[in-house]
Every structure is written in C-alpha cells, then in structure tokens.
C-alpha cells in the first residue's frame, strides 16, 4: 500500500485564443496521444480582454500505461532533468516543453507549426482515491507522498536527475 504510482498526466497547451491556433493544438495533441481532446475555457472575464466561456486552449489526461510512455518520452525532451523546485507539497510535478519537436518520435508539421506545452503529473498511493463520503476520518498522514519521495520515484523509475 505504500507504493508510489502514477494517477495521471496532463498535457495543456494555452494558445490565449481560439480560432486556427487552437485547431492546431487540437491536432497536434490527437496526433502526439491518439486521445480525445478536452476545450479549456475562461471562467471569468480577465484584464486581458478575454470575455467568460472563450476557448484559451487544450488538454489531455492520460492514465495506467499510456502515461507512463508518455511521460518517458517528455522526459527525453527536457534532457531527464528536472529542477527540484518542480516538485509540490503534495509530491506532484510540473515541467514544461518549449517545443513539441523535442519530443522523440514527433516530426514538424508546417501547417500546424510548433507549439510549446505543460505536463503535470499527478502521484498516488494504493488506496488514496477510497470513496470517503460516510467516513469522518481523512487521509493518514503517513500515506501521503512527501516530495522527497516523489523524487526518489522519479530517479529510480525514470533515471532522471533532480538538479
């Protein structure tokens, strides 16, 4: 039960608008997963002009096996190294891709162009997502994944180096 394991991976791409930029980051995550492509939308209105409901970018989860290829593959990108500021509280990371071509396996398209994107990957344990409606009592404090230990997963099951 105290094994560490990967719950998710998310890939967004912000393109700040809609229209044909965002088409293309829609094909180029579908080409890149083979997976269905969710729309991010604005919640609110920001300083920036973007009126609430308005298609800013795209996403994609992924789970079990595809995520664990995926993430090898982003890694190359990034040169299997990660800062240890990428690391969260809670054992979860972030990094980001300045390009897709860096990606191994990915070919430039120019009709869609280059696109940089984000990776969040999300920890677990065995027993974490337990439905807990009818039970007062949390999460122990020792079944909850420190960073350090997020970082020894990553070394050890990824061979990367945390800088």
Do not use: W
Request: aromatic content about 6%; proline content about 3%.
């Amino acid at each position: 039960m105290r094994a560490i394991e990967i719950e998710k991976v998310v890939i967004n791409i912000g393109c700040g608008e809609g229209g044909e930029k965002l088409d293309n980051a829609k094909k180029l995550l579908e080409t890149i997963t083979g997976k269905k492509i969710l729309i991010t939308k604005t919640h609110k209105r920001t300083t920036f002009g973007a009126a609430k409901g308005r298609p800013i970018g795209c996403k994609v989860t992924l789970r079990g096996g595809d995520a664990k290829e995926f993430l090898k593959k982003a890694l190359d990108a990034v040169g299997k190294k990660l800062p240890k500021s990428v690391f969260d509280a809670q054992g979860n990371f972030s990094f980001g891709i300045k390009e897709h071509i860096d990606i191994p396996g990915t070919r430039y398209d120019p009709d869609i162009g280059i696109y940089g994107m984000d990776i969040c990957v999300t920890l677990q344990r065995k027993g974490f997502r337990v439905l807990r409606k009818k039970l007062k009592s949390k999460i122990g404090r020792r079944h909850k994944i420190a960073p350090e230990e997020a970082k020894q997963f990553v070394i050890k099951n990824f061979e990367v180096v945390v800088e």
